[in-house]
T-cell receptor
Framework: GQNIDQPTEMTATEGAIVQINCTYQ??????LFWYQQHAGEAPTFLSY????GLEEKGRFSSFLSRSKGYSYLLLKELQMKDSASYLC?????????????FGKGTTLSVSS | DGGITQSPKYLFRKEGQNVTLSCEQNLNHDAMYWYRQDPGQGLRLIYYSQIVNDFQKGDIAEGYSVSREKKESFPLTVTSAQKNPTAFYLC?????????????????FGEGSRLTVL
């Protein structure tokens, strides 16, 4: 079986830094994705990690530790538009090895 | 512009009726997916397909059916057997790396279809 855990909700203020954690237990591992989803909209891709370490992309960074089954998404210089749900997804190794398994998402609220 | 299109955006259905949600992509992606999203539940996989005329059940396939007659199209039928069909349905596609059995890159999502059973 596969299990992905992330906090349900987080709050932060404009300009701050927030870290959203994700832990996973999967029968196999072929990469971890982070998506952003605004209410009522489709998820959009943020980052992809397959090797240990930090991937930086502008204000967003994502970290992976495969030995710990752990990832985090770091958002810097928070803006009001960053208020959204952040989804952690793992590319496991099911029969076909293709489908992404998603966590339940973390709803981030940014206030002024 | 390439993309993935779902229709309708909003759909209302009476109990006992089957409904079909459309998903079309012009990204030339091999793999297509249907996810269901409920509040507090995240995205759950219903069905997926890697090639034409082939598809596999996901975690919650009961009460749903799909077809993949064309590479560009992957419609989902919500049947009357689905006990709790009210949800937000998301279709996605992805490029395959080296044939069946692996994917590369991210999923591209449609805008979603919100189904409400009255």
């Amino acid at each position: 079986g596969q299990n992905i855990d992330q906090p349900t909700e987080m709050t932060a203020t404009e300009g701050a830094i927030v870290q959203i954690n994700c832990t996973y237990q999967t029968s196999g591992f072929n990469g971890l994705f982070w998506y952003q989803q605004h209410a009522g909209e489709a998820p959009t891709f943020l980052s992809y990690n397959v090797l240990d370490g930090l991937e930086e992309k502008g204000r967003f960074s994502s970290f992976l530790s495969r030995s710990k089954g752990y990832s985090y998404l770091l958002l810097k210089e928070l803006q009001m538009k960053d208020s959204a749900s952040y989804l952690c997804a793992v590319k496991g190794r099911d029969q076909a090895g293709t489908a992404l398994i998603f966590g339940k998402g973390t709803t981030l609220s940014v206030s002024s | 512009d390439g993309g993935i299109t779902q229709s309708p955006k909003y759909l209302f259905r009476k109990e006992g009726q089957n409904v079909t949600l459309s998903c079309e992509q012009n990204l030339n992606h091999d793999a297509m997916y249907w996810y269901r999203q409920d509040p507090g539940q995240g995205l759950r996989l219903i069905y997926y397909s890697q090639i034409v005329n082939d598809f596999q059940k996901g975690d919650i396939a009961e009460g749903y059916s799909v077809s993949r007659e064309k590479k560009e199209s992957f419609p989902l039928t919500v049947t009357s057997a689905q006990k709790n069909p009210t949800a937000f349905y998301l279709c996605a596609s992805c490029r395959l790396a080296g044939g069946k059995g692996s994917i590369t890159g991210e999923l591209f999502f449609g805008e979603g279809s919100r189904l409400t059973v009255l």
